[in-house]
């Protein structure tokens, strides 16, 4: 009990100390004058909190329901789960602040957005846990099932579904924080009410008592979703599971296969694409079809200032990028070795990173950039916050799973902590940390254009409020189809290093 207390005293103590450091600087609000904005603005964020847990809420139920659907077909039919996995991959590296404007005209005034833009951010989060739980049932149980004449949809049903539902509960447990962003991050393309609209306004005005006010909230809410399922996991005696954001590497295949696979991929999204389009008689005024995009891109009459522009963007997007990415990675595994070493101080900082976790990043990105300015320093440090905060739970858990028998053996011969963490542990935690690395180029992608969106003025966060504010919807597709093949490449990319690393220095935890 102790120990769970001194993570939120600890968060406290900096929070106020903080606050008193920068007394007149009006960047950071404590925690007392928060809690005073907060009672005089009760109703005010009441009101707005109602309508953003209610669109979180059914965004939650639906992509996780999505999720399970999806995980069920690749159980049923495994031939199905390459497949699955790529365009569910797909669809999660679709840019949310880009199809936050096109869902508005699309479905209209009303709530839709939200809720859409919240299921498409928990849905993946939910799959991979799910699928690898899936993939984790001991084979005796499933051959026992097969000896009995029953076949796939029974063991689905009585062997998988159980082992899996540990992993179900923790990807739930993250699908909280992420459900609550999507349906923020919704609320910027025109929404009348809820926390996103608050921030807008806070943000536009420099109110930074009300941004502070709203970002605890935010936090508040998702901590309490996050506590109650892993509550119910405890009552239901679900032991937590060990790396919950890994499938494993996949098995080697001839490079022939994988480019065959990654070509068929390519050309069923554009044909699914436009068969939806198709089916739903969608208006061609707001939804461009892929034709369309690379007509506009090579032999339309502004082709070369489109290229330009947006060759432009996607360079100054890049450039924050890929240090606020490297770095929160660094930064992650670098604070999950260190605690490896000081394991007393993991359970106090432990917390810390899951309540920093929880705040979405919409909330906290005007706060970074009063504090850093709308510059290189403040844009790379929200990309960084972004990823080093999962990066850092999910290595936590791969250091975990270092072999008790090996680290009870080299204790034996004298071997020191560090040589523990370095011939043992980290080896153990590098499928977590290269699964964290694979999950978090969407998230990374996502924070540089939410800052590029609300604060900085620049890249392809600002090229796509333009484009929708000036009803550009050539322009908007073409970001969502750049920031999607680009985000998918890097994932790939993350995939192929996993298993050159692993290979060398960990060969023990590839999928064979």
Not at 143 to 152: K, N, S
Not at 280 to 304: G, R, Y
Not at 333 to 340: I, K, M, T, V
Not at 420 to 438: G, N
Request: with cysteine; aromatic share 6%.
């Amino acid at each position: 009990m102790t120990a769970r207390l001194a993570g939120p005293l600890l968060l406290l103590a900096l929070w106020q100390g903080l606050a008193l450091l920068t007394a007149g600087r009006f960047l950071i609000a404590g925690p007392a004058e928060v809690a005073a904005w907060l009672a005089d603005q009760s109703g005010l964020v009441l009101r707005a909190l109602a309508v953003t847990g209610r669109n979180a809420a059914v965004g939650f139920v639906a992509g996780n329901l999505a999720a399970v659907l999806l995980a069920a077909l690749a159980a049923l039919w495994p031939r199905s789960r390459g497949g699955v996995l790529a365009l569910a991959l797909v669809v999660h590296c679709l840019p949310l602040v880009a199809t936050g404007p096109i869902l508005r005209v699309l479905l209209g005034p009303g709530e839709g957005p939200q809720i859409w833009i919240a299921a498409l951010a928990v849905y993946y989060t939910t799959l991979i846990p799910l699928l690898a739980g899936l993939s984790a049932t001991p084979s005796g149980w499933l051959d026992l099932v097969r000896v009995h004449g029953r076949g796939r949809l029974a063991q689905l049903v009585h062997v998988r579904a159980r082992a899996a539902l540990p992993y179900l509960l923790a990807g739930l447990q993250i699908a909280v924080p992420a459900a609550l962003l999507g349906a923020m991050v919704g609320e910027f393309t025109g929404a009348e009410r809820g926390l996103g609209v608050l921030t807008i306004r806070f943000t536009r005005a420099l109110d930074v008592p009300a941004l502070w006010g709203v970002a605890t909230v935010a936090a508040g809410v998702a901590l309490a979703g996050y506590g109650a399922i892993g509550a119910l996991g405890r009552r239901l005696g679900a032991p937590p599971p060990p790396v919950i954001l890994s499938l494993g590497a996949a098995p080697r295949a001839p490079w022939r296969r994988q480019a065959g696979g990654a070509l068929l991929v390519l050309l069923a999204v554009p044909l699914l694409w436009w068969a939806a389009i198709e089916a739903l008689a969608l208006n061609p005024f707001f939804v461009k079809t892929p034709a369309e995009l690379w007509l506009a891109l090579t032999s339309a009459p502004d082709s070369a200032l489109r290229r330009a522009t947006l060759a432009g963007a996607g360079l100054q997007t890049l450039a924050f990028l890929l240090p606020g990415y490297l770095a929160g990675l660094a930064l992650g595994a670098g604070l999950a070795a260190l605690l490896a070493l000081a394991p007393a101080a993991g359970q106090v900082v432990t917390p810390l990173a899951l309540a920093m976790r929880a705040i979405p990043i919409i909330t906290t990105a005007p706060l970074i950039v009063l504090a850093l300015g709308r510059g290189a320093a403040g844009t790379v440090a929200i990309v960084a916050v972004m990823v080093f905060f999962p990066t850092l739970v999910a290595c936590r858990y791969g250091l975990a799973q270092a072999p008790g028998r090996i680290m009870d053996l080299m204790q034996c011969h004298a071997a020191g902590p560090w040589a523990r963490l370095r011939h043992v542990q980290l080896p153990a935690m590098l499928p977590a940390l290269f699964a964290s690395a694979r999950m978090a180029v969407p998230a990374a992608v996502l924070a540089v254009t939410v800052a590029e969106w609300l604060a900085t003025g620049r890249g392809l966060g600002q090229l796509m409020a333009l484009s929708a504010s000036v009803s550009d919807y050539t322009m908007l597709w073409l970001c969502v189809a750049l920031v999607t093949l680009a985000s998918a490449a890097g994932y790939a990319a993350i995939a192929v290093l996993e298993r050159r690393v692993l290979a060398v220095f960990a060969p023990e935890q590839l999928v064979r």
